[in-house]
């Protein structure tokens, strides 16, 4: 088959969405499914208000009505809500192409902790349902968000779990962390309002606080928290050592929708401490893989007594290839009539072979 995506989340975006994208379309591709792109990269952008790192571009309907009949795609899967998210779900709408969406962040909750206004959340849940509503279904990565959305009003909302490449995310000796004083306590994101570090850096437990990333909060929150060790961003090997050397990963998170990092960690031997939300609430194995409680130190104190071979064990449950056979599986098939009448509206013919591309040329 042959599946074009639309995403604002794309390199070189450090975060848990362009991952998941990567790692599915990788999974694809190499069952022998075509992949093709609708990104930001090759495009001019603009920031993102408050999130220098978040690049934003436009996509004119032309661009895709010229993608669409290159490629001729089987299912249209809309991943974001952003500026291209956007047109390309407004160009499927006019012209009866069916397509599904992906709700990745809760940006209700990730507004109301930015702009703490009357009535944020629920104008922001109001838009959402509009944006994700024409879609065959809304994909969500667990259970409870499923629930939530659906409580809220979305429609035909389906599971797309996570992943973990567990060749990389694996425990390895130590970096510059393991010569800290212990316990070693780890965060690895970004460094921003919605993710609530400071809970966990203002949290009063024993050891060293190791903060790997960053972000708009960065500088704010070393000058609050000198004890605290920053690193900046990591990668590869060097992210998975200094990952090894810690004894527990902290999620304070409460407006994640999953928490990918989670995950990772367990798979290089950390239990994770958390706040019994959305995301952890599924993700974490309460007592066996990490510890949930409403009070984040005793979260961070349980979890120091967990097994780390347990941690690993629950990991390994987390895989690629079980995340893409979902997202493949509910995918909206799209007829070739349809196509064909798409493009005759756009005086674009219809090409005689479909572009399904390899990772490069569809990138």
């Excluded at 349902?129 to 994909?139: I, K, N, Q, T, Y």
Aim: one cysteine or more.
């Amino acid at each position: 088959m042959r599946v074009l995506i639309a995403t604002d989340a794309w390199r070189p975006q450090v975060n848990g969405v362009v991952r998941t994208i990567e790692n599915v379309a990788a999974q694809l591709e190499a069952a022998g499914h075509g992949v093709r792109m609708l990104t930001p990269e090759g495009r001019r952008t603009a920031a993102l208000p408050y999130y220098p790192e978040i690049r934003l571009a436009r996509l004119s309907q032309k661009e895709i009505t010229n993608t669409v009949a290159d490629f001729l795609p089987d299912h249209v899967h809309v991943s974001t809500e952003g500026p291209i998210g956007l047109a390309v779900r407004r160009w499927c709408m006019r012209r009866g192409l069916p397509f599904t969406t992906g709700y990745h962040t809760r940006f209700p909750e990730f507004l109301a902790a930015r702009f703490p206004l009357p009535g944020m959340q629920r104008i922001a849940y109001a838009v959402l349902r509009r944006f994700h509503g024409p879609g065959l279904c809304v994909m969500v990565p667990t259970p409870s968000m499923a629930r939530e959305l659906g409580e809220r009003g979305f429609n035909e909302v389906r599971i797309w779990t996570r992943g973990v490449d567990h060749a990389r995310f694996r425990p390895l000796p130590g970096g510059a962390t393991a010569n800290l004083p212990g316990p070693r306590l780890v965060y690895v994101g970004r460094l921003s309002v919605e993710k609530n570090i400071e809970a966990f850096l203002g949290a009063e437990t024993p050891g060293t606080k190791v903060v790997i990333g960053d972000g708009p909060s960065r500088k704010s929150l070393e000058a609050r928290y000198p004890e605290a060790h920053f690193t900046g961003y990591l990668f590869g090997d060097d992210l998975v050592r200094e990952i090894s050397g810690c004894d527990v990963f902290v999620f304070p998170s409460c407006s994640d929708t999953f928490g990918l990092v989670m995950i990772e960690a367990m798979a290089c031997g950390l239990p994770v401490a958390a706040y019994p939300a959305p995301g952890p609430i599924d993700v974490v194995e309460h007592g066996v893989s990490g510890w949930l409680d409403q009070d984040l130190r005793l979260s961070i104190e349980n979890a120091l007594s967990l097994d780390p071979a347990a941690a690993i064990a629950h990991a390994r449950k987390y895989t690629w290839a079980e995340s893409a056979r979902q997202f493949a599986g509910s995918l909206a098939p799209i007829a070739p009539e349809t196509v064909d009448a798409a493009l005759r509206r756009d005086a674009r013919p219809r090409t005689t072979q479909g572009g399904a591309s390899s990772t490069g040329k569809a990138r």
